[in-house]
C-alpha cells in the first residue's frame, strides 16, 4: 500500500460547485496531516492544517478519520482561482519526521 | 510577510559537475527540509536537519548530496556530481515546531 494515496484527477467542475477531495495514508503513527496546493510549476503552499475534530476555514473544510486513516478536503462554492492541484501531506510520529506528499489531484474549475 | 527564499531560480549544469543550491528559512524557524519534485511526479522528500544535523534522510538522499547551514541564515544542499535523473525542481521548506511546513520557490536544476 503507498504511503498517501489521492483520488486520481482531473477534477473539472463548473464555478460555484462543491468538491471533495479524498486520502488515505498508511502509517497509523501519523500525527500531523496537511493540505498543500499547488499551482503549474510553483512550490507547494500550505492551505490548511488538518485537526481531529475537523475545522473549516472559510470555503474549505478538512475532516480527519483516524481509524479510517482518511482524510478529505471539501470546496464549497469553487472560484476560478481554486484551479491547482491539492496535495495531501502527512508526516511521521515525531513532528520533525520526514512529510510524505500524496500524488496530488488536479482540481479546473470551469467559467 | 516572512517567506522562504531559494537561489539560482534555474541552474544548468553538464552531467558530473558539482552543483550547490541555496536557500534562507525565515529567520525563527529550526527546522529545515529539501524536497525535489521530477517533472510530472510527486514532491519527495529528500532530507530534514534541526539542530546543526541531519534529522532524516530518504534513500535518494545518498552520498552525492550533503547539506549544511554555513551560517546563521543560509541553508545548502550539495549535489557532488550531478546525473541526468536529478534533473528536477529542488524545493527549500522551513518550519518553526517542526510542524507546518513553508516551501521557498524552487531552484529548476537542469542536467545536461
Known amino acids: 500500500r503507498k504511503e498517501v494515496e489521492q483520488d486520481p484527477g482531473p477534477f473539472n467542475v463548473p464555478e460555484g460547485a462543491t468538491v471533495a477531495f479524498n486520502c488515505t495514508y498508511s502509517?497509523?503513527?501519523?500525527?500531523?496531516f496537511f493540505w498543500y496546493r499547488q499551482d503549474c510549476r510553483k512550490e507547494p503552499k500550505l492551505l490548511m492544517s488538518?485537526?481531529?475534530s475537523g475545522n473549516e476555514d472559510g470555503r474549505f473544510t478538512a475532516q480527519l478519520n483516524r481509524a479510517s486513516q482518511y482524510i478529505s478536503l471539501l470546496i464549497r462554492d469553487s472560484k476560478l482561482s481554486d484551479s491547482a492541484t491539492y496535495l495531501c501531506?502527512?508526516?511521521?510520529?515525531?513532528?520533525?519526521?520526514?512529510?510524505?506528499f500524496g500524488p496530488g489531484t488536479s482540481l479546473s474549475v470551469i467559467p | 510577510e516572512p517567506e522562504v527564499t531559494q537561489t539560482p531560480s534555474h541552474q544548468v549544469t553538464q552531467m558530473g559537475q558539482e552543483v550547490i543550491l541555496r536557500c534562507v528559512p525565515i529567520?525563527?524557524?529550526?527546522?529545515f527540509y529539501w524536497y525535489r519534485q521530477i517533472l510530472g511526479q510527486k514532491v519527495e522528500f529528500l532530507v530534514s536537519?534541526?539542530?546543526?544535523?541531519?534529522?532524516?534522510k530518504s534513500e535518494i538522499f545518498d552520498d552525492q548530496f550533503s547539506v549544511e547551514r554555513p551560517d546563521g541564515s543560509n541553508f545548502t544542499l550539495k549535489i557532488r556530481s550531478t546525473k541526468l535523473e536529478d534533473s528536477a525542481m529542488y524545493f527549500c521548506?522551513?518550519?518553526?515546531?517542526?510542524?507546518?511546513?513553508?516551501f521557498g520557490p524552487g531552484t529548476r536544476l537542469t542536467v545536461l
Open positions: 521548506a522551513s518550519s518553526d515546531l517542526g510542524n507546518e511546513q513553508f
Open positions: 502509517n497509523s503513527a501519523s500525527q500531523s
Open positions: 488538518v485537526y481531529s
Open positions: 501531506v502527512v508526516n511521521g510520529g515525531t513532528s520533525y519526521d520526514k512529510v510524505i
Open positions: 529567520s525563527n524557524h529550526l527546522y
Open positions: 536537519f534541526y539542530n546543526n544535523e541531519i534529522s532524516e
